[in-house]
């Protein structure tokens, strides 16, 4: 997607609509890329973000729906590990395939010979662990509709939440396609996740990213993980998983590609995610042009029929 060819506010026409022209570019942008392929689910980003970041618990008892019992992001969850259950028929092969590819967080083991030394056909469970997060999306729909600019863009051309500044409208709430961002029951202010911001300007890596085991949390300039994050996918497919693709790293996506992106192992879908978002202000400034046609077709209508009634009263 391009810049958004039309006049918002008082910004110019060749500006994006999101903020996304504040940031200077002075350094790489920076972002997240979560390689699923290799999550176990441990949940120690989860834990991580909320004792950096002092986020309140948010339920430590199991929902009965999964192993998962957070279910999703939201005012007091900024980072989100899903579990997800798949049972599907598994080949020899392709269970010899992943097992060396690495892929599937809880994949199980290659299937046993029976007593006759046989391998039985096998109907296996795998688990896709993925952790979430926001996108800090490069067209940010809650930067443009916050009316007190709580939402900000960062020197690092990530998306925060000034916490002091948020009225707690919920208007950035109904904006974010993903919805990720959500107000704080008992504190009516809007949360998510900073990105760590205050641990960026001391040099160091997010809170989730340091305490990832595996690397499946990869931290770095976007334009650089983007390459890596290609690489990775080239590398899983050669290995048989065909069905490895990257989300959220395409610039001319609906939001104009996400500073935080992943590779899954399936549909966005399964993993929860909206398989094409798009900026939910895209059309807010055709609205604006509508309604004020409109208005402005009311205004001369009524003058119109006023100036009439003037006009033909006088004559009667």
Same mark, same amino acid.
């Given at each position: 997607m391009?810049?958004?060819?039309?006049q918002?506010?008082?910004?110019?026409?060749?500006?994006?609509?999101?903020? =996304?022209?504040?940031?200077?570019?002075?350094?790489?942008?920076?972002?997240?890329?979560? &390689?699923?392929?290799?999550?176990i689910?441990?949940?120690a980003?989860?834990?991580?973000c909320?004792?950096?970041?002092?986020?309140?618990?948010?339920? !430590? @008892?199991?929902?009965?729906?999964?192993y998962?019992?957070t279910?999703?992001?939201?005012?007091?969850?900024?980072r $989100?590990?899903?579990?997800?259950?798949q049972?599907?028929?598994?080949?020899v092969?392709?269970?010899?395939?992943?097992?060396? +590819?690495g892929?599937?967080?809880?994949?199980a083991?290659?299937?046993?010979?029976?007593?006759?030394g046989? $391998?039985?056909?096998v109907?296996d469970?795998?688990?896709l662990? #993925?952790?979430?997060?926001?996108?800090h999306c490069?067209?940010? #729909?809650?930067? &443009?509709?916050?009316?007190?600019?709580?939402? =900000?863009?960062?020197?690092?051309?990530?998306?925060?939440v000034?916490?002091?500044i948020?009225?707690?409208?919920?208007?950035?709430?109904?904006?974010c396609p993903?919805?990720?961002?959500?107000?704080r029951?008992?504190d009516?202010?809007?949360?998510?996740?900073?990105?760590?911001?205050?641990? /960026?300007? +001391?040099?160091?890596?997010?809170?989730?990213a340091?305490?990832?085991?595996?690397? %499946?949390?990869?931290?770095?300039?976007?334009?650089? !993980?983007?390459?890596?994050?290609?690489?990775?996918?080239?590398?899983?497919? +050669? #290995?048989?998983?065909? %069905?490895a693709? /990257?989300?959220?790293?395409?610039?001319g996506?609906?939001?104009?590609?996400?500073?935080?992106?992943? !590779?899954?192992?399936?549909?966005?879908?399964?993993?929860? /995610?909206?398989?094409?978002?798009v900026?939910?202000?895209?059309?807010?400034?055709?609205?604006?042009?509508? @309604?004020?046609? @409109?208005?402005?077709?009311?205004?001369?209508?009524? @003058?119109?029929?006023?100036?009439a009634?003037? !006009?033909?009263?006088?004559?009667?």
């Open positions: 391009t810049a958004v060819d039309v918002i506010g008082s910004r110019p026409a060749d500006q994006r609509p999101d903020g =996304m022209d504040s940031y200077g570019g002075a350094q790489p942008r920076m972002g997240f890329f979560t &390689d699923t392929s290799i999550c689910g441990c949940k980003c989860e834990v991580a909320k004792e950096w970041n002092d986020v309140p618990e948010d339920g !430590l @008892a199991l929902t009965g729906m999964s998962d019992n279910v999703s992001l939201g005012a007091s969850t900024w $989100h590990v899903a579990f997800i259950e049972q599907r028929p598994v080949s092969a392709a269970a010899g395939t992943e097992a060396a +590819a892929t599937g967080a809880a994949a083991p290659a299937p046993r010979q029976d007593a006759s046989q $391998h039985p056909g109907s469970v795998r688990w662990m #993925a952790s979430d997060v926001c996108k490069t067209h940010a #729909a809650c930067l &443009d509709v916050c009316p007190t600019g709580a939402l =900000m863009r960062t020197e690092f051309g990530t998306v925060v000034q916490s002091d948020c009225n707690g409208c919920g208007y950035c709430v109904s904006a993903y919805g990720v961002i959500e107000r029951e008992g009516g202010r809007a949360w998510k996740c900073t990105l760590c911001y205050d641990r /960026l300007g +001391a040099g160091m890596e997010p809170a989730c340091q305490a990832c085991p595996t690397k %499946s949390i990869q931290f770095g300039p976007v334009d650089e !993980l983007r390459e890596r994050a290609a690489a990775r996918v080239e590398q899983l497919q +050669a #290995a048989g998983e065909a %069905s693709r /990257l989300y959220g790293d395409d610039p996506d609906g939001v104009g590609g996400d500073g935080a992106f992943f !590779l899954l192992l399936d549909e966005p879908e399964v993993y929860g /995610l909206p398989p094409d978002p900026v939910t202000t895209r059309d807010l400034p055709s609205m604006w042009r509508h @309604a004020g046609a @409109a208005a402005a077709t009311m205004a001369t209508l009524a @003058a119109v029929s006023f100036a009634e003037r !006009l033909w009263g006088g004559k009667r």
